[in-house]
């Protein structure tokens, strides 16, 4: 045993010393604050707008900017509960208007005032909020092939007939907050008795439930299905990166649902002032352009889009009102849901 | 010490597959080392990360939760510290076949620890590893090709 603890012992000391031999550098940049950021992997991976704000951040504000990245924004909401109050966490991005009021009921906000900006006439409603600033917003749609030859307005009910039975993925609403939005946009228009009958037809007629936006898209772009749920902006997205114009996205005739993004900044943040300037270069047309052309989704200030490829994006002639459901609307809807889904399988 | 060294597999030599997979898993865990400590892993909470991101399905028991939660997220650079040490003592432990048997018992104890923090797609390796790291400790795989049967036979002793 003592050459055990002899042999430990070295391996420590060597470790100690090499660790404070590297961090030597390391600890001058440290004399920086650090801005820590919440934000989904999507936002912060490297094809994400993330890196391309952090950048351009940390060229004037003397910080660092850590970016600590959850799945989802339940898992982000999950993280900031167990680790934002003890290790500090500075702003949140990436909560949709489903999520707002549990963040707000679990955990306490910084107020925010932007009342100045002159956000886009669409997401004004969005922009009301106390606590969080909207930065992005999308109109959900269902994509298709322009080869498929499908027509490119139908209606919700067009969707259950048998030409594309099997041929549609959905999200699951209970892991992803496109699904949620179906769930949501089907019984707002049809009301509650026939919106549920119709989402057991529904669950007859999709392909798939899928966890998530991009496992429902990989199947539509493995041609598995013909139809996916997603963004008005998904066809523009194959056009710019990919040089493929095939993709379209449906008008439907009943209005269509809008999902806004939020930015918010946690009341216990270290580097309150810090966050602020990063929402402020979120909000401005350089910061709105870089998330507009990462994302692929609209910008909420006016005129940003103008002489870019998003102009072209066809936002149909009826949206629904943006509305902030509560927690125990969304969690009555999630468990009918639920219920319909278990008498489906049996 | 080299003449032992080469001895040991005229006289253990039934044990030479399994020292050749121990320096394969000491290779590893010198890569797994060599990433992290070029990386930011002493220096960024990944390790507190690790710990709110996978800590609330674990299987863990609840003190071990608690304390993980309670102690380990605040004090991460100790932690972080204390792994990647464990992790460097594995590797070389077992590329030279130098106190294999405690540090295998060291290496069960750290992986069950990895085993509660890691996402479940990643478990079933970390199963694999576990069981490895308790045969290394049962056998003595330090014995052949190892640093471990020079001391074996001055000293002898369970600990060889």
Not at chain 1, 24 to 52: C, D, H, M
Not at chain 1, 105 to 116: G, H, I
Request: net charge neutral; aromatic share 14%; charged share 20%.
């Amino acid at each position: 045993m003592k050459h055990f603890f002899i042999f430990i012992t070295a391996v420590f000391l060597f470790l100690f010393v090499a660790h404070i031999n590297k961090n030597q550098n390391f600890l001058a940049s440290e004399q920086k604050p650090t801005v820590r950021i919440f934000a989904y992997s999507s936002f912060t991976s490297k094809w994400g707008p993330g890196p391309q704000l952090k950048n351009l951040f940390e060229q004037t504000c003397e910080c660092v900017v850590e970016f600590i990245e959850g799945s989802d924004s339940g898992i982000l909401l999950q993280r900031l509960k167990v680790e934002g109050q003890k290790l500090g966490a500075d702003l949140v991005i990436g909560f949709d208007q489903f999520d707002l009021q549990k963040a707000t009921v679990e955990l306490s906000w910084r107020a925010l005032d932007f009342s100045k900006i002159d956000f886009d006439s669409q997401i004004l409603l969005a922009s009301k909020n106390e606590y969080f600033v909207p930065y992005d917003w999308g109109v959900l749609s269902f994509v298709t092939k322009k080869s498929k030859g499908f027509s490119t307005t139908l209606s919700l009910d067009d969707l259950l007939k048998s030409q594309f039975a099997s041929k549609i993925a959905l999200q699951d609403p209970r892991t992803s907050s496109v699904g949620l939005q179906f769930v949501m946009w089907v019984l707002k228009v049809k009301g509650e008795t026939e919106g549920y009958e119709y989402l057991k037809q529904m669950m007859k007629q999709a392909h798939s439930f899928s966890p998530s936006w991009s496992t429902a898209y990989g199947l539509f772009k493995s041609d598995q299905v013909d139809m996916v749920l997603s963004y008005a902006a998904s066809p523009l997205y194959h056009s710019i990166e990919e040089k493929n114009d095939d993709f379209v996205s449906l008008e439907m005739i009943e209005p269509q649902p809008v999902q806004v993004e939020f930015v918010g900044i946690p009341s216990f943040c270290k580097n309150c002032e810090k966050a602020e300037e990063f929402v402020n270069l979120m909000m401005s047309p350089e910061g709105q352009k870089i998330i507009m052309e990462k994302n692929y989704m609209l910008p909420v200030l006016k005129n940003v889009k103008i002489g870019t490829p998003f102009e072209t994006i066809k936002i149909p002639f009826r949206l629904l009102d943006i509305e902030f459901p509560s927690l125990t609307e969304v969690d009555g809807v999630l468990t009918r849901w639920s219920q319909i889904r278990r008498e489906i399988s049996l | 010490m080299l003449v032992a060294f080469f001895e040991s597999i005229k006289y253990s030599g039934h044990l030479v597959p399994i020292s050749f997979l121990r320096i394969f898993v000491g290779y590893y865990y010198l890569q797994e080392f060599i990433l992290k400590f070029s990386g930011d892993f002493l220096i960024r909470p990944r390790v507190a990360e690790m710990i709110s991101q996978n800590l609330v399905a674990s299987q863990a028991p609840e003190w071990v939760k608690w304390i993980l939660n309670t102690y380990m997220v605040v004090h991460w650079q100790g932690f972080a510290f204390t792994l990647l040490a464990i992790e460097l003592a594995i590797a070389i432990s077992y590329i030279l076949g130098y106190v294999v048997r405690p540090i295998g018992l060291l290496a069960v104890l750290s992986t069950i620890l990895l085993l509660y923090l890691s996402p479940s797609g990643s478990q079933d390796f970390l199963k694999i590893l576990l069981a490895t790291h308790f045969a290394f400790a049962w056998v003595g795989a330090g014995r052949c090709l190892g640093l471990d049967y020079y001391f074996f036979k001055r000293v002898r002793g369970i600990w060889w």
